[in-house]
C-alpha cells in the first residue's frame, strides 16, 4: 500500500484546510485508516481514525474535524475547520492492513505541513 497526502499549508486561526490521502496499491486489504500529527518536539498522535462502521476523534478537534473515506477513489480526507495554532504539525495518513493471523500492519504516508497563524 502507498500512501500520499495533500491539502497541507498556511492558514490563520479560524480558517479551513482540508486534507486528502491518495491510497495505491492492495487497499482492498485496508482494515482502517486515519490521521496522525506531529509537532515539533513532541510525539506522534492520533486525531482522527475511519473503519468500516464508525469514526473516532482526538477530543480537541471534536466538532472541528471531520474524516471521510471515498472507497470508489480510494482517498481519504479530513476537514478541518476552525484551525487554532495548537493545530500546526505535520500530518501523516495512516492505513492499516491485516497481515497473517493476528497481527496488523500500517502503512504510512511522507506527511504533510499543517500551519496556523495567530
Known amino acids: 500500500v502507498q500512501l500520499e497526502e495533500s491539502g497541507g499549508g498556511l492558514v490563520q486561526a479560524g480558517g479551513s484546510l482540508r486534507l486528502s490521502c491518495a491510497a495505491s496499491g492492495s487497499t482492498g486489504n485496508i482494515n482502517v485508516m486515519g490521521w496522525y500529527r506531529q509537532a515539533p518536539g513532541k510525539q506522534r498522535e492520533l486525531v482522527a481514525s475511519?473503519?468500516?462502521?464508525?469514526?473516532r476523534y482526538k477530543n480537541s478537534v471534536k466538532g472541528r474535524f471531520t474524516i471521510s473515506r471515498d472507497n470508489a477513489k480510494n482517498t481519504m480526507y479530513l476537514q478541518m475547520n476552525n484551525l487554532k495554532p495548537e493545530d500546526t504539525a505535520v500530518y501523516y495518513c495512516?492505513?492499516?492492513?491485516?497481515?497473517?493471523?493476528?497481527?496488523?500492519?500500517?502503512?504510512w504516508g511522507q506527511g504533510t505541513q499543517v500551519t496556523v497563524s495567530s
Open positions: 495512516n492505513a492499516v492492513v491485516p497481515y497473517g493471523l493476528a497481527s496488523l500492519l500500517p502503512y
Open positions: 475511519i473503519n468500516s462502521t464508525n469514526t
